[in-house]
């Protein structure tokens, strides 16, 4: 059973910048699933953030976070990575980290495994 685990939350101003960590438990074949980033806000769904494909060589972004975050991996130390700039209220979410089997998933159903979420907050 793969174990995640996030950490880089906190709380910010608009227009702040946080940096989000996911790491995999030791035992991992990383290099063998893709990844992704997930958020859900009080009250709503969890959504699709951001995606990244087995190797890093492909990325995706839900539209509204397109241009401010970055996703990104490294293998070697079973850790995904979340760069948030230009942070908004609307931002405001428990992150989630999550890990597919595909190359590459944007659907919450396409992931296997996830972890146990970090707070963002984002004051105007």
């Known amino acids: 059973q793969v174990q995640l685990q996030e950490w880089g939350g906190g709380s910010v101003q608009a227009g702040g910048s946080l940096r989000l960590s996911c790491t995999a438990s030791?035992?991992?074949?990383?290099?063998?699933?893709?990844m992704g980033w997930f958020r859900q806000a009080p009250g709503k769904e969890r959504q699709f953030v951001a995606a990244?494909?087995?190797?890093?060589?492909?990325?995706t972004y839900e539209d509204s976070v397109q241009g401010r975050f970055t996703i990104s991996r490294d293998n070697a130390k079973t850790t995904l990575y979340l760069e948030m700039n230009g942070l908004k209220p609307e931002d405001t979410a428990v992150y989630y980290c999550?890990?597919?089997?595909?190359?590459?998933?944007?659907?919450?159903?396409?992931?296997?495994?996830w972890g146990q979420g970090t707070q963002v907050t984002v004051s105007a």
């Open positions: 990244i494909s087995r190797y890093g060589g492909s990325t």
């Open positions: 999550a890990l597919t089997a595909l190359n590459m998933a944007t659907m919450r159903d396409q992931y296997n495994a």
């Open positions: 030791a035992r991992t074949s990383f290099q063998n699933y893709g």
